[in-house]
Nanobody, 123 residues
Framework: QVTLVETGGGSAQAGGSLRLSCVASGGSISHRCMAWFRQAPGKEREAVAAMLGGTLLDSAKGRFIISQEIPKNRITLQMNNLEPEDTAVYYC????????????????????WGQGTQVTVSS
């Protein structure tokens, strides 16, 4: 059982930056599918970025950068030039299999989820 805990959410002005972190416990993130999703009020959950073993699989937002820190067993999401439309709850996701390469943006590919962290961007 893998537990994921996100931190780093908060408020920012449009044009600003935030950095989210997701620490995994109960298993190593190396060679796993790891991803960030987000869900805004009244909208479906959507993929932000995904990676497998340090290789980027999908990045729907060019302003956002996903990376991994193996020694700390965590992934991060650097969000730059934020827009009010980026306001959402951001979730970290992981899967013990490498199958996410088939559809890295599909939430059904991920077995484990964090509790989410709120990001609010004001204009």
């Amino acid at each position: 059982q893998v537990t994921l805990v996100e931190t780093g959410g908060g408020s920012a002005q449009a044009g600003g930056s935030l950095r989210l972190s997701c620490v995994a416990s109960g298993g190593s993130i190396s060679h796993r599918c790891m991803a960030w999703f987000r869900q805004a009020p009244g909208k479906e959950r959507e993929a932000v970025a995904a990676m497998l073993g340090g290789t980027l699989l999908d990045s729907a937002k060019g302003r956002f950068i996903i990376s991994q820190e193996i020694p700390k067993n965590r992934i991060t999401l650097q969000m730059n030039n934020l827009e009010p439309e980026d306001t959402a709850v951001y979730y970290c996701a992981a899967d013990p299999t490498p199958d996410c390469w088939k559809a890295p943006g599909d939430s059904k590919m991920y077995q484990f989820w964090g509790q989410g962290t709120q990001v609010t961007v004001s204009s």
